[in-house]
Nanobody, 121 residues
Framework: QVHLKESGGGLVQPGGSLTLSCTASGSIFNIGVMGWDRQAPGKERELVASITSRGVTTYGDSVQGRFIISRDNAKNAVYLQMNSLKSEDTAVFFC???????????????WGQGTQVAVSS
């Protein structure tokens, strides 16, 4: 079983910064892509950012240039540095990871429970 735990959410003023962290634990042989999605009230879940095990990154259009995703493979962790936050960034942020639990298994996607980010003055 694989468990993803997010931390770092909270309330921040517009223009401020916040960093989210997510650590994977459990039956892990290898982790492929890790990333963050978010879901705002009344809206569909959307990609925020993703990063491969070699550090290749992808960003959603709405966060490009403001957010930075990074990872620490030794710690099975992924981070999201969020800068120049806007009210429209308010959402629940979910961590995800593609995990193999053994050499011969396939990658399976796992999700965290989510962490709330609220941007408001």
């Amino acid at each position: 079983q694989v468990h993803l735990k997010e931390s770092g959410g909270g309330l921040v003023q517009p223009g401020g910064s916040l960093t989210l962290s997510c650590t994977a634990s459990g039956s892990i042989f290898n982790i492929g892509v890790m990333g963050w999605d978010r879901q705002a009230p009344g809206k569909e879940r959307e990609l925020v950012a993703s990063i491969t095990s070699r550090g290749v990154t992808t960003y959603g259009d709405s966060v490009q240039g403001r957010f930075i995703i990074s990872r620490d493979n030794a710690k099975n962790a992924v981070y999201l540095q969020m800068n120049s936050l806007k009210s429209e960034d308010t959402a629940v942020f979910f961590c995800n990871a593609d995990v193999k639990d053994s050499l011969y298994s396939t990658y399976q996607v796992h999700w965290g429970q989510g962490t709330q980010v609220a941007v408001s003055s």
